[in-house]
């Protein structure tokens, strides 16, 4: 009796092992190559991609590049030599990826781009990219202003992270606005970085370089981030942002919220932190059937003013 008893405890012990293992074979391990912590709305994509990963059981290994485009190369490296299910990259710029992404694909590990794209002309590299289109958020925060000054303007513009795609397109789409109003006019540009701090100092040397400030119609920042370091530049020099300086930007993060409801910013770019959600969507179907999904997973640019600022601000102010 005793050793029947026995039996069946080893019997169920080896059982529940078994579906231990299984259990652990089940659960997806993914790399994320994150760039950095620039931003409240980069912090923001961290916290919504471990939230993401949790709710569908995926272990979120993320590394944090500190913006540095060979510590992303690093981390990739390290990945696919741990033999991760998939790597998900926020690329920091948009080129220099090609040898790394061939390693990836050797070793059979698919690869999701999130928020920024690459410039490649081998688009197999990766599964998909999972991005706003930025060069629209550049033309629409463009057109705002041009509607807005009826055509007459002159900008500073605050770039983001020189090389990265964001950058890139946003200066683009405003770009195509300004050539079309011949009144528009970008008066300085430089890199921000899209961080707060840099933001501020570059708008610092602008209001010294344009009269104190007064020759100066809006700012034009690639992000949320830049605008309140510029916002703050401006206070400094004694004037009014959002009124004497209008303040145009992108990203929609609670900060920005608070400056329009508070008179002091004008009009923002919605682009969601939830990249994480519809590129783990797609890549779990992917896995289970190989479904292929789309190479752009575009997420939606909503155009925000100070009319919603107060609501905008309290729905989000939780996730930041
Ligand atoms: O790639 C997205 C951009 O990166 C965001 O607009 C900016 O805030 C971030 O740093």
Redesign the pocket.
């Known amino acids: 009796m005793k050793a029947r008893h026995l039996l069946t405890t080893i019997g169920m012990a080896a059982l529940m092992l078994s579906s231990g293992a299984a259990y652990a074979q089940s659960k997806m391990t993914i790399g994320f190559s994150q760039?950095g912590s620039?931003?409240?709305?980069?912090a923001a994509e961290t916290k919504v991609s471990k939230i993401e990963a949790e709710k569908r059981g995926v272990d979120l290994k993320i590394s944090d590049a500190q913006q540095k485009q060979e510590n992303q190369i690093r981390a990739v490296r390290s990945f696919i030599a741990q033999g991760v299910d998939a790597i998900f990259i926020?690329p920091v710029v948009s080129t220099g990826w090609d040898s790394v992404l061939k390693e990836a694909k050797d070793a059979k590990i698919p690869v999701v781009l999130l928020?920024?794209s690459i410039e490649t002309k081998d688009e197999s590299l990766y599964l998909t990219a999972v991005t706003s289109d930025t060069v629209y958020e550049g033309k629409v925060a463009g057109e705002w202003l041009a509607k807005e000054t009826g055509g007459k303007c002159n900008v500073v513009e605050l770039q983001?992270?020189v090389g990265?795609?964001?950058a890139i397109n946003r200066k683009k789409g405003f770009d195509q606005v300004v050539a079309a109003n011949p009144g528009m006019k970008i008066v300085r540009t430089q890199s921000g970085d899209?961080t707060r701090t840099k933001g501020k100092e570059v708008m610092e040397s602008f209001i010294k370089a344009e009269g104190g400030g007064k020759n100066i119609c809006a700012v034009y920042a690639?992000?949320?981030?830049m605008a309140i370091g510029a916002i703050q530049a401006i206070k400094e020099a004694g004037l009014k942002p959002g009124k004497d300086i209008k303040i145009v930007s992108?990203?929609a993060v609670p900060d920005i919220f608070k400056a329009m409801a508070d008179g002091e910013a004008n009009v923002t770019v919605e682009?969601t932190p939830n990249m994480a959600g519809p590129a783990l969507d797609a890549l779990m179907a992917f896995k289970k059937d190989g479904k292929q999904p789309p190479k752009w997973i575009q997420t939606e640019s909503k155009v925000y003013t100070p009319e919603t600022a107060k609501a905008e601000y309290d729905k989000r102010k939780e996730l930041y």
């Not at 620039?38 to 980069?42: H, I, L, P, T, V």
């Not at 690639?222 to 981030?225: E, R, T």
Request: aromatic share 10%; net charge negative.
């Open positions: 760039v620039e931003s409240g709305w980069r926020a928020d920024r983001g992270t990265s795609s964001p899209f690639h992000n949320d981030d992108i990203d682009l």
